[in-house]
Each structure stands twice: as structure tokens, then as C-alpha cells.
């Protein structure tokens, strides 16, 4: 098949899913008011791998039959072909400003990893490392959108998934069958579930002994007999373009997934039980999902650095020298992200040649870029003042009434009133509103528990060898010792 028309995504969502919104089966996603803005951006991003200006950056020849597919599918081995991975995503993370954390490109980049990574998933069970290299064909050559689920039902942190007081909550493993296994129970959180075509299973939380029955790798698609998903209330209320710019086009959705007896077959199995290959499989894949979520939250960094000038200018800000400083310095954190992005690029190529530390890339990923995107909207809140909140309509501008006023007493420096209302809007939205709450909220926890994430650092090699350039400092070394003897 190959890559799919922008028609072809939106037709293949029709297909009977059971997807909850706001208390009611939506029965048709299409067709559900809330979701026309985001599918249209979906549906565009796939309409871009067939515009005859952009395919050659987008796409790659199908090592199967030539067809042109998907590049974040490439299983790039070279320095040129990671800068291939990394332009493509680059191009297409700007289309949608890198506020859409988990579009097509995270999950592609994530399967491939896998089949990167498949003697990990096989080495309990060869069958499974040949499921996972399959199914990463599959999902290249018939350019499936995924969707994933990696958590447990946030009952009770403090207890493993089987000391809950509902031990089956969480999703697990309840018999094999004839055709494969039966699971049961609910994961979450469920990005981009209803203009998914499948629901891959993940591994992410660290699991002991003796929690087997939840540690399980497999993918199924959308409309799969007991599968349900229960979204989120939708941040795209309907309002236009001009009161919401964001909201109305880029709210990717989440929901509960819940498996009411589902039967998984076989050959989408992947693991069913390995504890070691649960806990330690991703952390020998290449990084290809790491590189693209780093790209995609850089391009998201610079558009909120934009956007704090933007707003500074707009009120005569920006001359201000305190003004300037803070800009500045949120400049300058943006292009330590772009270098840092630079080097991610070249430990992914290490890494898949030799094997070796992610370090850099996961530490742009789970801590700076997190870090600086709350000192960007901190920066946008403190230049924009109360302006980000006396923001009227678009239907106020359209009042003979009142549009005088608001043409007068709305304006900003160089910048007519509708223009400086609908940049504050902008700007509201990616601050204030439901949708940029959870935009912070989203990057914040992006790798789950930030602390647990910054602990692992402390835990790393790096630090026995930076205590050792301390120890040499002292004297404390064996040659040292020696020297002193």
C-alpha cells in the first residue's frame, strides 16, 4: 500500500471503535464535532507525503517493494540517514509547532526501535523478536497511525499492580487460547486513541518478580472485540480559530484503555511474561523515538521563544533592558537545546553502530527541555501581563457597537487591535487555557515521574568518573598513593 492520502487516514477510521466522549458512544470519530480540528491536521500531515515539494524529505523507498513510505520508518545506520530522520521530523513537528506530543511520528519511530531492538523481545522466545519485525513491516508498508499505553490506573502508587485493592485493574495476562492469549484490566494515558489505527501495548514501568501476569508487549487494532477507550473531555469546545488557535486544531485527545477480555493473537505478541525483556528492551534500541521527541520538543521550544518576543514587542517590551535580559537568556536556553540536538543526532548514530549511553539525549529530553518550556511560559506570562486575559472575540470585532472601542483602546505598538487580540489569544491558549495546561502538564511528566527520571542520572557511570576527577584533585588516586609512598 504504502503512504496513505490524508482521505485514506480519515476513511480508515471508520470502523466500528468504541470510543467514549462526554458520557456518549461516539460511533463515528469523523464525524464527532470535537475532533474535526485535530483530524484535519492528522489528515495533512498525511496529504504532505504526496505534495510532489515535499515527499523527497518525508518519505523513503519501502526496502520491500520500492513504494515510497514513511521515513520515520527508516532504520537509519549512517550519519546521513539519522539527519534524514531527523529533517523529516524536524519539517513535520514544525507543521503542527511541536505541540502535538505523540503524532504519527513518536509511535513510528518507537516500532521501529523495536524490531531495531528484536533479539531483546526474543530472547526468551524467538517467535516474539519475529512478531516484532513483522509487525514493524506491517505498520511501515500500510502507513498505520498509532496510538500507545504504558501505564497503570493510578490507584495507589505506593503498591505494585498486584497489591492493589483491585489486583485486576491493571491490564494483565489471563489465559492463553487457541489463537493466543486473553488479557483483561486498563491501561493509560492513551494519546492520539481515537485517529489511531492500532494500540501497541508498551513496556515502561520497571516490573519485579512475581508481577509476570503484567508485564506484557503486544498491539492490536482499534476496533478489536472488548477493547473500549473512555477520552478526556475534549479542549476543542467548537470555537473558532480567531478565540482558539490551538485548541481548535491540535488537541491529540487521551483515554483509558480499558481490555474486557481481549484475546491478542500470537503473532502480535511480543512479550508475555520476560521480566528482563520488559524492564531493559527499549534501553537497547537505537533512540530513534528519543531523537524524534527531542526534535519535536526543540521545534516546540523555539516556537514559545517566538512567541515571548512576539508579545514582548506587541506592548513595547522588548526595549525595556530587564525585559531583554529575560529573552535573552530564554534565546540562549532554545540554542543550547539546538546544540544539544546536535549531538543527540550523533549519539544515535554511535549508539546503533557500537551500542553505548543515551545519556545526552535522554537529558535534553526529560529534564532541559521540560525545564525550559516552564521558563518560557513564565517569560510569556510576565511580558504579556493582564493583557493575556482581556482578550475579546472574534464576534465582538464584528459588533459596530463595540468595535471602535476595541480598535482604539486594543491596540498595540505598531500593531492594530484584531492583530494584537488574536496574538494574546495565541498566546492564552498556550498558557491558560485547558489545552496549554496540559500542554506543560504533558512535558512535565512526559517519562513519568520527574524525580524518578532525575534520580536515574545520579545512578548513571558519569558520575563514578566526575567523583574520580575530585578524587585526582585530592590526591586520592592509586598513582597518587603511590607517588606519596
Known sequence: MGIRTGTEFRESLRDGRTVYVNGERVKDVTAYPSFQGVIDTLAGLYDLQHDPTTQSLVTYPSPKD????????????????????????????ETTFGLMGRMP????????????????????????GENILRYYELCRDQDLCLTHTLVDPQIDRSKGPGEQAAPDAALHFVKETDRGILVRGARMLSTLAPFSNEIWVGPFYPRKPGEEPYTLCFAVPMDTPGLKFICRESYNAGRNQFDRPLSSRFDEEDALAVFDDVEVPWERVFINGDIDASNYVLGKSPGYALLQATVRGTVKLRFMAGLACYVADAVGRSTAPHVQAQLGDLIAQVEVANGLLHAAARDVVLNRR??????????????????????????????????????????????????????????????????????????????????????????WFYAGDPLFTRSRFYRSPAVAHYKAMVDCALGNTDSAKRDKS
Open 66 to 93: 520500492g513504494k515510497p513510505v514513511n521515513l520515520s520508518f527508516l532504520m537509519a545506520d549512517t550519519p546521513e540517514e539519522v539527519e534524514q530522520r531527523w529533517k523529516c521530523e524536524e519539517f513535520r513537528a
Open 105 to 128: 511520528d513518536f509511535m513510528n519511530a518507537l516500532v521501529t526501535d523495536a524490531a531495531a531492538a528484536r533479539a531483546s523481545f526474543g530472547q526468551r522466545n524467538p517467535q516474539f
Open 354 to 443: 557500537e551500542g553505548g549511553s543515551l545519556r545526552a539525549l535522554a537529558a535534553a529530553l526529560w529534564v532541559f527541555i521540560p525545564q525550559t518550556q516552564k521558563q518560557a511560559a513564565e517569560v510569556i506570562r510576565q511580558v504579556g501581563g493582564s493583557g493575556l486575559i482581556m482578550t475579546p472575540t472574534a464576534q465582538d470585532f464584528h459588533n459596530p457597537e463595540i468595535a471602535p472601542y476595541l480598535e482604539k483602546y486594543l491596540q498595540g505598538k505598531n500593531l492594530q487591535a484584531q492583530a494584537r487580540v488574536q496574538l494574546f489569544k495565541l498566546a492564552w491558549d498556550m498558557l491558560g487555557e485547558q489545552f496549554g495546561s496540559r500542554q506543560l502538564q504533558y512535558e
